[in-house]
Each structure stands twice: as structure tokens, then as C-alpha cells.
């Protein structure tokens, strides 16, 4: 039977399907391997020349041990405080921020616009000095709002949203205008309703950044009972040096709330990479 027009023949169908598979054991891999790992019993060698993948004696005591060592809940609790208040800053001020800069039209637009373009060329080392300065000034330092402040509304969240209601068609604001519809009614009735997937990536994106961060509350808090999951758990490192497999245990539980939020959120986020065009 002849080939359509670009269908691939075997060979690419063969070179596509093992650059998916490398790519799948380059990413998934490490992530099984420590869930392999903090699953592993006392008596089975990790450091072996050729350790065993599957646990030959399969046991949830290391999870305990974590748990007995570190306060890990009332850690996980201060990085779910944290993670909040970043979430809730970003969904809102990124999303008023973005529909002011798409939709509104008031002098200065485009050197705003700039501005915010030009927060992203800096990386996040070279203004940490200057956040913490504020952060004192304001007397946050040794809190968790200190720690979540600087992250509460991101420039690149910003801009996402922006070009989320920029892909709004303008006929809807158009037939709101001429409804008699104020800026809060179209931005919550025409601009909300189409820009849900771009306002999940925003959310994804930024529970995962304010879970895992690990410098920044490093440097903000200073008492143990404050520390968030990702500094607290360096504490396992000090503990157990010779006992990957209750450090591995550590890392699994600091893991399982970014795949609980990913899972939840996965068709709203999937529609906001994909979508192109908004349905009117």
C-alpha cells in the first residue's frame, strides 16, 4: 500500500518512538529510582555495582523513619502556607495586571509593558539582596509571608496572562462595551471564561516554584519550627549520611504534593498550552 503524503515510513515511526523512550528515561527515571530507593529495606545494598531496581524486601518504614526524625508535617504545612499565598497573589494580581495590559488602554501601556519585559533578562540571584533589604524593612524577616512575598505576583505570569486576554477577540469587549459592561464585568464575564487554561498554568507553575524553592526561605528564616519541607529536609542529609534510603523517603513526600496539584489540574493545563484561538 503507498505511503499518503508526509505519513512517516517504519524507520521514522522507529527513530520517533526511541527519542520518546530516551527522553522518558532520562525524565521519569531518576523518579523511579528514588521511589525504588526509599522503598528499599535495611538489608538490601543500594551502592551495589549492579543494584536491583525492584525492592526485594519492600518496606514503608523508611517513610516512618522521616517522620520520627524531622517534623515533616509541620514543615509540609509551612511550605502549603507559603505555596497559598503565592498562588492566590499570582492568580490574582497576575490576572488583573494581565487584563489591564491587554484590554484597558491608558497612557503609558507600552513603557509598563517594557518594564516588565526587562524584569526578565535580570535572573532571580542578582535582586535577592534588594528583596531581602525590603523584607527586613518591613519587618517579615523569620516569617512565611516573608518568604512568600517576593513571589507573590511573577513578571512572566504577568505576561502569560496578558497574552491569554490579548488572544481574546476584541468583537466580545466590543458587543460588552455596547452592552453598557464596566471593566470588572468584561474581565470577569468575556475574560475569564476563555483564559481558564493559561490561569491553571499560572497556578501549576507556581505552586511548583514556591514548593520547591529551597534559597530563598534558607536565607529569610532562621528559626527550625518555620522551615519549609525543601529546608527542612536537609536535615535528613546531616542524620542519615549513610541511609539514602530514608533521604530518598524525604524526597518522595516532598514530591507527592506537586503530582496531586499536576493531576487536578492537568486538563485545564494541557488546554492552556494548546490553545491558540479562543471559541467564540
Known sequence: ???????????????????????????????????????????????????????SDLTFANYAKVA????????????????????????????????????????GVRLVLGLFLATLVLPGEVTIVSQYVTVRSLGLTDTLTGVALP??????????MRTAFAAVPPELDAAALVDGANAWQRLVHVGLPNVRGMLSVVVIFTFIGAWDDFLWPLIVLSDP?????TVGLQYLNGTF????????????IAFLPIVTVFATLQRFFFRGVEEGAVKG
Open 151 to 160: 513571589g507573590a505576583i511573577a513578571m512572566l505570569n504577568v505576561l502569560l
Open 1 to 55: 500500500m503507498a505511503r499518503g503524503f508526509g505519513t512517516p515510513s517504519t524507520g521514522e515511526k522507529t527513530v520517533r518512538y526511541l527519542l520518546l523512550v530516551l527522553v522518558l528515561l532520562i525524565t521519569v527515571g531518576p523518579f523511579l529510582w528514588q521511589l525504588s530507593t526509599s522503598l528499599k529495606g535495611p538489608g538490601e545494598d543500594v551502592y551495589a555495582r549492579t543494584p536491583s531496581f525492584l525492592p
Open 68 to 107: 520520627d526524625t524531622v517534623p515533616v508535617w509541620t514543615y509540609a504545612a509551612n511550605s502549603l502556607v507559603v505555596a497559598a499565598i503565592a498562588v492566590v497573589g499570582n492568580a490574582v494580581g497576575a490576572t488583573l495586571a494581565g487584563f489591564a495590559l491587554a484590554r484597558l488602554r491608558f497612557r
Open 241 to 252: 549520611s549513610a541511609n539514602p534510603r530514608v533521604i530518598a523517603a524525604g524526597t518522595m
Open 225 to 229: 519550627g518555620k522551615y519549609t519541607l
